[in-house]
């Protein structure tokens, strides 16, 4: 499969872990440090996306993920550009997580399964930076 989309990704230096606080929690000092992170609140939960090493021992969290940040800044206009990394992955059995800002998007996953799912990403044309 050839994607429609061609991109860079490029690999962010940190480990990063996905974390889950309660609903009515506001966003705490230890998850806004770092040059990455984000926080989604909805009426169960409020997660947390931080780089690893800022999470106290008493939070729930789900460690180890990596983040590739596709090179952008991307086109809103410009269709399938999720898709050319996101359906690869999945025909690999890679799962992933996804994070959008204005003007790029970020696909994390495993640790141990990043070598992986670089590989993948360029064999279909995708340019994969660490």
């Keep these: 499969m050839t994607p429609h989309v061609k991109l860079t990704l490029s690999l962010l230096d940190h480990q990063y872990a996905l974390c889950r606080l309660d ?7 230890w998850a806004a440090r770092g040059d990455f992170w984000a926080v989604v609140r909805n009426a169960e939960e409020v997660s947390v996306l931080c780089p690893q090493e800022n999470i106290p021992e008493n939070v729930e969290a789900e460690p180890g993920w990596r983040t590739l940040e596709l090179v952008g800044p991307l086109s809103f206009s410009q269709a399938g550009i999720l898709d050319s990394v996101v359906e690869p992955l999945s025909h690999a059995d ?5 994070v959008s800002a204005y003007d790029t998007s970020y696909v994390l996953l495993k640790e141990e399964v990043l070598d992986q799912a670089a590989d993948v990403l360029r064999s279909v044309g995708h340019t994969v930076e660490r």
């Design 23 to 29: 609903p009515y929690a506001g966003i705490p000092t």
């Design 94 to 98: 890679i799962s992933i997580l996804v």
